[in-house]
């Protein structure tokens, strides 16, 4: 059959190609499956790590690599083949001004997420993610050392804007904050986002630009949205986001991708 001119598709997850429910509808996964029939290419980019991203590879039948952390690692066929990783200790004092602040601290590291308490904010964490959180006393030095791929500060985005703009003049650049959900501020290394990781993969695929759509409905998708040569928001996005996509959909979450995928992808 005749190839579109979208070659490759990138979708975020949560919030994009997943249903409120975080599961993949029955019209997503066929519409993907109808796209690769026809020589196309899918993959997803999410801020998730490895550890609550991998079932959705399964699901999806992904052969390409796929972007996870918001860029800092890419993986395929279940291995890391790039990754960026950093010591918890790299952002002293800022974790610690955030436990004090009450905002929910997540360390993430390849097979483990860890927190400085349990509350309601982390429960419902697990139960989104089908992962359990093990406890860290803070006061302890063993977390300082722990290998992590990304943190997030969960709970008042205003509170943790405020001590991401006091801290930032102190990395130097080594890292980068990113609102990825209502309540969620991402913490990854430096220069490192969805967009430079899909212009990363595109690169080594030898896909142009103006041969992608990349999908999403968070300011952390934002600059995929620019690389690709169709950025798409779906409708549950917030208003931001809208104003720089080249189509908005009339559908949110799941639904959204199938119609931009029945728009733009010839099926």
């Known amino acids: 059959m005749e190839m579109c001119a979208i070659r ?21 996964k066929r519409t993907v499956r109808q ?13 998730r790590p490895f550890l609550t991203a991998a079932d959705y590879e399964l699901e999806l039948k992904l052969g390409l690599p796929y972007i996870l952390c918001n860029g800092s690692i890419i993986a395929q ?9 950093f010591q918890g200790g790299d952002l002293l004092p800022l974790l610690e001004e955030a436990d004090e602040a009450g905002l929910d601290v997540l360390l993430f590291q390849e097979k483990q997420v860890s927190v400085f308490r349990v509350t309601e904010g982390v429960r419902t964490f697990e ?7 093990r406890m860290l006393d803070r006061g302890l030095e063993e977390w300082k050392a722990l290998d992590l791929q990304k943190v997030i500060l969960m709970g008042d985005v205003s509170i943790s804007r405020r001590l991401w703009d006091r801290h930032v003049p102190d990395f130097n650049g080594t890292f980068t904050g990113l609102q990825s959900e209502s309540n969620y501020w991402e913490i990854i290394p430096g220069s ?11 690169e080594r695929m030898g896909i142009r630009r103006e041969e992608i759509m990349a999908l999403g409905n968070q300011m952390n998708d934002l600059d995929m949205l620019h690389y690709a040569g169709i950025g798409v928001a779906v409708a549950n996005s917030p208003d931001e986001l809208k104003r720089h996509a080249d189509y908005i959909c009339s559908s949110s979450y ?5 119609e931009a995928m029945e728009r733009f992808c010839g099926l």
């Open 192 to 202: 490192q986002s969805k967009g430079a990781a899909l212009r990363k993969l595109a």
């Open 77 to 85: 066929k279940g291995e890391m083949i790039e990754s960026h990783i």
């Open 127 to 133: 139960r989104k993610e089908s992962t359990a959180c």
């Open 254 to 258: 799941g639904d959204g991708v199938v």
């Open 35 to 47: 796209f690769v029939e026809k020589g196309g290419l899918f993959t997803f980019a999410t801020g």
């Open 8 to 28: 490759l598709v990138v979708s975020d997850l949560d919030g994009t190609l997943l249903s409120e429910d975080h599961t993949l509808s029955p019209s997503v």
